[in-house]
C-alpha cells in the first residue's frame, strides 16, 4: 500500500478535498485502485449531530456512517463507495483509546497521547486503507489521506505527528506529501505573494512532515521566477510545483492537475513510474468541456432552509448538476426560504413573500429536500401544493416526501388537522409517525440509516421505469419518522400511490402521483449516490420533466439514454423558452466556496 497525503496551508476552504479527490481521480485514470481516508480533527464522534447549515451537508454512506461531505466528494470523483471508518475524527480516535484503557489493555500504563493515540491513529489508517472499496476484491494500490484543518491548529498536532512517524513506518517510496497551499496576488501591486507559501512550509517541517509536491491555489498560472523562489525557499524540485488556478468548474481541477504532470510527479515519489499508465481521461474531459458549453437553463426552485451556505445541500445540488448535464441543460438553482412562502410572511415581510413567490411561480420544477424541525415546514408544504395543483414536475427527498403526504392528507383527504407527529406529537391526524426504532433522546447514529432496499409495488410506474424497471433498488436513508402504514389505504383510495416500499410492505418509500406530469416523493436520499456521468434516475426524471423530455427518455429507455462514454446525451435537446441567462447560481469560477468546495 502507498499514501498519498494532503495538508492545506494558509488558510481553510482551499478546496483541499477537491484536490485530494482529484489526486485519486488522475492516479485511478493511471491504471491504479485508489481508495481514501479523511481526517477530521474535530471532538464529534461523526458528523452526524453537526448542523449542515454551519458545516455542510451530512454525507451518508451505505453502511449507515454519517460522515463529513468531503467523502461524498471520494464517492463521486473515484465512483467508490466507502465505510464509515473512511472518516477519522479526534472523537473516535480517543474513544477507542478509552476504551481499550478502560478494558486494562494497557496492563498499568500510563496513556498518553504519544504513543498511545499517535499508534492508534497510524493502526486506524493502515487497518482502514485495506478495505476494498471498488467493488473488486483485495486492497487498493494506493490510498489518499486528506487531513482537515490548516497546519497550525492545535487539533490536528496529534494526527501530524502520527503521520510523521507513519511516513517513517511506511518508508521511502511508500509515502508522498502534496501540500495545498494558497499564492495570493496583492491588488495594488498585482504581484504573487510567496510568502504564507513559505511559512505553511515552514509550520509543517517544524512539526516533522516534509512536502514532495506543492499545490499552490491561485487566480492565475504561476509566474515562472514566483516557481523558482518557491522551490528554492521551499526545498521541492520545480517540476513538483502545480499551480491549481481558477477554473469554470471543479471538473477541470483533475485536467489542471494532469496537464502539468502532477500524476508524473507522485508516481516518481511512490516509486510506481514503471507500472502506471498515462491518464487519458477522455471522458472527464469531455464532460467537463461540455458543461462549460450549457446555456439553455433549466430552472429549480429549492425549498428549504437556506442560510447563505449552499455546502448544505451538497450532493442534492451535484445530483441535480448530474441530470442537468445529461439533459444538457444549464442549471439554475432559485433558492426559496420556504418560511417565505408562509402567509405569516405575507404580512410582515410582503417583498420577501412575494419574491419567493415569483420565484417558485417562475421554476421549471420544485425539490424539497430533507430536513428537520418544524421551521418553515409550512411553506414547503404550501410549494408542495402549488407544484400538485399547478401540475409542475415536484420531487420531495425525505422530509419533502414527508410533507407532501401530509399536503396531500389536508388539502385532498380533507383531513386539517393532518400533521407529522415531529411536529404536532398530539396531531389528531398522524400521517407521518415515529418509527417503532427511532430515538429522540439520542441524537447520534439512532435514526434508520444507510442502505436500504426498496420494492416497486407496480412496474408501471415513472419511479420503475426511471429506475430501469427493476424489481428493487438499494438507496441510503436517515430518518426518524415514517408514513403511517395505518393510513396507506385512505391515501391509495385518494388517487395517491405508493409505488415502492421496503421488504415488510409497511414502510412507504416512494410516493407518486399518477396524474401528474412528475410529482414523486421517497423517504430514501438518491443524492448521495448520484455520479458525474451516472445521474441519479429521480433526479434525472425531474430535470428532463422540468425540460420537457420526460417522455423521451422513458421511451428511449433510461440506460440508453443516459450520458455516453464521450459526454454526448442520447436525449435529443429541445429548444426551450427564450434563451434566458442563468441567474443566482451556477457552476461558479473559484471551484471553493469559502467551506469546503461549490459544485
Ligand atoms: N425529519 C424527518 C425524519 O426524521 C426527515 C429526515 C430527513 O429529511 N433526512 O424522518
Not at 5 to 21: D, E, I, N, P, Q
Not at 296 to 316: F, N, W
Not at 558 to 577: C, E, L, M
Request: proline share 4%; charged share 20%; net charge neutral.
Amino acid at each position: 500500500m502507498k499514501y498519498v497525503l494532503v495538508t492545506g496551508g494558509v488558510v481553510s476552504g482551499l478546496g483541499k478535498g477537491v484536490t485530494a479527490s482529484s489526486i485519486g481521480l488522475i492516479l485511478k485514470a493511471c491504471g491504479l485502485r485508489v481508495t481514501s481516508i479523511k481526517i477530521d480533527p474535530y471532538l464529534n464522534t461523526d458528523a452526524g449531530t453537526m448542523s449542515p447549515f454551519e458545516h455542510g451537508e451530512v454525507f451518508v454512506l451505505d453502511d449507515g456512517g454519517e460522515v463529513d461531505l468531503d467523502l461524498g466528494n471520494y464517492e463521486r470523483f473515484l465512483d467508490i463507495k466507502l465505510t464509515r471508518d473512511n472518516n477519522i475524527t479526534t472523537g473516535k480516535i480517543y474513544q477507542s483509546v478509552i476504551d481499550k484503557e478502560r478494558r486494562g489493555d494497557y496492563l498499568g500504563k500510563t496513556v498518553q497521547v504519544v504513543p498511545h493515540i499517535t499508534d492508534a491513529i497510524q493502526e486506524w489508517i493502515e487497518r482502514v486503507a485495506m478495505i476494498p472499496v471498488d467493488g473488486k476484491e483485495g486492497s487498493a494500490d494506493v490510498c489518499v489521506i486528506e487531513l482537515g484543518g490548516t497546519i497550525g491548529d492545535i487539533e490536528s498536532m496529534p494526527f501530524i505527528e502520527a503521520l510523521g512517524q507513519f511516513s517513517c513506518r511506511v518508508g521511502d517510496g511508500n509515502f508522498c506529501l502534496i501540500h495545498v497551499s494558497l499564492v495570493p496576488v496583492l491588488n495594488v501591486v498585482g504581484e504573487q505573494k510567496t510568502k504564507p507559501t513559505q511559512h505553511s512550509v515552514r509550520g509543517l517541517r517544524s512539526q516533522g512532515l516534509t512536502p514532495n509536491i506543492l499545490a499552490c491555489r491561485s487566480t492565475t498560472e504561476l509566474d515562472e521566477n514566483v516557481v523558482t523562489k518557491l522551490s528554492q525557499f521551499c526545498h521541492v524540485p520545480e517540476q513538483n510545483i502545480i499551480t491549481l488556478y481558477d477554473v469554470s468548474n471543479i471538473w477541470h481541477v483533475p485536467l489542471l492537475l494532469k496537464n502539468q504532470k502532477a500524476h508524473e510527479a507522485i508516481l516518481k515519489v511512490l516509486k510506481l513510474s514503471s507500472v502506471a499508465g498515462i491518464p487519458t481521461l477522455k471522458e472527464w474531459t469531455s464532460r467537463a468541456e461540455l458543461c462549460d458549453r450549457l446555456h439553455e437553463p433549466v430552472r429549480i426552485a429549492m425549498v428549504g432552509k437556506y442560510t447563505g451556505l449552499s455546502d448544505s445541500y451538497l450532493s442534492v445540488l451535484k445530483a441535480l448538476l448530474h441530470a442537468s448535464v445529461a439533459c444538457h441543460r444549464k442549471l439554475c438553482i432559485d433558492w426559496v426560504l420556504s418560511s417565505d412562502l408562509e402567509d405569516e410572511t405575507a404580512i410582515e415581510n410582503p417583498d420577501a413573500y412575494q419574491a419567493a413567490w415569483k420565484l417558485l411561480k417562475g421554476a421549471d420544477g420544485v425539490l424539497v429536500p430533507g430536513g428537520f424541525g418544524d421551521r418553515g415546514v409550512q411553506g414547503k408544504i404550501v410549494a408542495a401544493k402549488y407544484a400538485r395543483e399547478n401540475r409542475i414536475p415536484f420531487f420531495g427527498i425525505c422530509l419533502g416526501m414527508q410533507i407532501a403526504v401530509i399536503e396531500f392528507a389536508r388539502s385532498v383527504l380533507g383531513l386539517q388537522d393532518a400533521n407529522s407527529a415531529e411536529f404536532d406529537p398530539d396531531a389528531r391526524y398522524p400521517c407521518v409517525i415515529l418509527m417503532p426504532e427511532g430515538s429522540k433522546t439520542h441524537m447520534g447514529g439512532t435514526m434508520r440509516l444507510g442502505s436500504r432496499r426498496t420494492f416497486f409495488q407496480v412496474s408501471d410506474c415513472i419511479s420503475a421505469k426511471l429506475y430501469g424497471n427493476k424489481s428493487f433498488v438499494d438507496e441510503r436513508h436517515r430518518h426518524r419518522y415514517e408514513v403511517n402504514p395505518n393510513m396507506v389505504a385512505q391515501f391509495e383510495d385518494a388517487g395517491i400511490s405508493f409505488t415502492g416500499k421496503d421488504e415488510s410492505g409497511q414502510r412507504m418509500e416512494i410516493v407518486e402521483l399518477p396524474n401528474h406530469p412528475y410529482f414523486v416523493g421517497v423517504q430514501f436520499h438518491p443524492e448521495f449516490k448520484s455520479r458525474p456521468g451516472k445521474p441519479s434516475a429521480l433526479f434525472l426524471g425531474l430535470i428532463a420533466a422540468a425540460c420537457g423530455q420526460l417522455d423521451t427518455l422513458l421511451k428511449k429507455g433510461v440506460t440508453k439514454a443516459s450520458v455516453r462514454s464521450n459526454g454526448t446525451s442520447a436525449i435529443k435537446s429541445h429548444q426551450y423558452g427564450n434563451g434566458e441567462k442563468a441567474a443566482n447560481w451556477s457552476l461558479g469560477v473559484p471551484y471553493s466556496n469559502g467551506n469546503g468546495v461549490h459544485c
